[in-house]
């Protein structure tokens, strides 16, 4: 099922690279693993996005106990990810494949610079054949600049590096209309070719015992990658051969549309976080409709906490998100043209500034 594909990113959830009593690798499940990725890693580009970093960690922080600060659980991830990297370096050394540690923050990914700086990174290990094995940098992560999961984590660096197929390795086999732990008549998805408000209401934030992500992070990753050209595998990880066991029956597949935008547009339709939103006209929703620059004249409010070159949000009508784009002015410069003519600016502000406040090539459609 995944032998078409060129570059794959396989993202491994907690619940199964470690086993939930001893809080310890799942040594046989990664032996396992590794002799799979072997048959793939000479013909296809392979990543990997591993959790599992905080809870083997865990034991040394707070024995049998729960971690609630986040102090705790950076100092859990910071003993746990020496542990996972060296059982990925141990394991793949047997097939005689490198791996390349990338810790990665939300920062990482939103802020255009950094993003490119990451992308060249990982890249330049793929030409070199280093499997790169990426995870949030958990020890600096605050819960404000943190993806919290590693299913969007993967999406993005799927769409980073213009991957084809994103699996998500999981205790899952696959999407379904209801829980399947709860609903007995619970039927699976096998083909998804959109992700509708339908779709994302039978996701459920159900977790595992691990791990920080339920169906709903996992539509999430799926919907970032098809927005990117990528298709995306939900499966079950608990098989004997669990990628190249991999098919129709044992999983679903969100299947992508080709037709991707610029890498800078995806970049911009798949930003997670926003600084700020502006809400706008009808007149400047006509506008964006056809492809045109938001002028200050169409927009009605402002907010957040946005600079110059920050990326935010467009609202139409009153909290439907319609658009995202790069704004041109800070939100203090922003408020005091809103409303107003183009040609005003200039007056208003003291200095000649741009005619619009999000340009058509920094502005993308969200629906």
């Given amino acids: 099922m995944i032998n078409n594909y060129k570059k794959i990113v396989i993202k491994i959830g907690s619940s199964s690279i470690i086993n939930n009593k001893t809080k310890k690798i799942n040594s046989k499940w990664m032996t396992r693993l590794c002799k799979d990725i072997e048959k793939y890693h000479k013909d296809k580009n392979i990543i990997i996005v591993c959790s599992g970093a905080i809870a083997l960690g865990s034991n040394l922080i707070k024995k049998n106990k729960s971690l609630t600060k986040l102090e705790d659980k950076q100092a859990a991830a910071s003993v746990g990810q020496i542990e996972l990297a060296h059982q990925w370096r141990q394991n793949l050394k047997e097939h005689k494949i490198n791996i390349a540690q990338v810790l990665l923050t939300l920062e990482d990914s939103e802020v255009r610079r950094r993003y490119l700086n990451a992308r060249k990174t990982i890249n330049t290990l793929l030409t070199n054949k280093i499997i790169p094995v990426v995870n949030e940098n958990d020890t600096v992560a605050t819960e404000e600049i943190r993806y919290g999961d590693n299913d969007r984590l993967a999406a993005r660096v799927a769409q980073m590096i213009d991957a084809d197929l994103l699996i998500l390795l999981s205790d899952v086999d696959g999407f379904y209309d209801k829980n399947p732990t709860k609903n007995k008549d619970a039927k699976k998805i096998s083909e998804i070719f959109k992700i509708t408000r339908s779709i994302e209401q039978m996701a459920n934030s159900q977790t595992s015992s691990l791990g920080s992500g339920g169906m709903t992070t996992k539509i999430s990753a799926a919907k970032i990658c098809m927005n990117n050209g990528c298709d995306t595998i939900i499966t079950n990880s608990a098989k004997k051969q669990p990628l190249n066991s991999i098919n129709r029956t044992n999983s679903s597949i969100f299947i992508a549309s080709k037709n991707s935008?610029?890498?800078?547009?995806?970049?911009?339709?798949?930003?997670?976080?926003?600084?700020?939103?502006?809400?706008?006209?009808?007149?400047?929703?006509?506008?964006?409709?056809?492809?045109?620059?938001?002028?200050?004249?169409?927009?009605?409010?402002?907010?957040?906490?946005?600079?110059?070159?920050?990326v935010i949000s467009v609202y139409y009508p009153k909290k439907e998100k319609v658009a995202i784009g790069i704004s041109a002015y800070d939100i203090y410069e922003a408020r005091k043209i809103i409303g107003k003519k183009s040609k005003e600016i200039s007056k208003i502000l003291g200095y000649e500034g741009r005619d619009e406040i999000i340009h058509k090539d920094d502005l993308v459609r969200t629906i």
């Fill in 261 to 310: 935008s610029s890498s800078r547009k995806q970049w911009l339709l798949n930003h997670l976080h926003p600084s700020g939103f502006i809400k706008i006209d009808e007149g400047a929703h006509k506008a964006i409709k056809n492809n045109k620059s938001l002028l200050p004249a169409g927009v009605i409010e402002v907010g957040g906490k946005f600079s110059r070159g920050d």
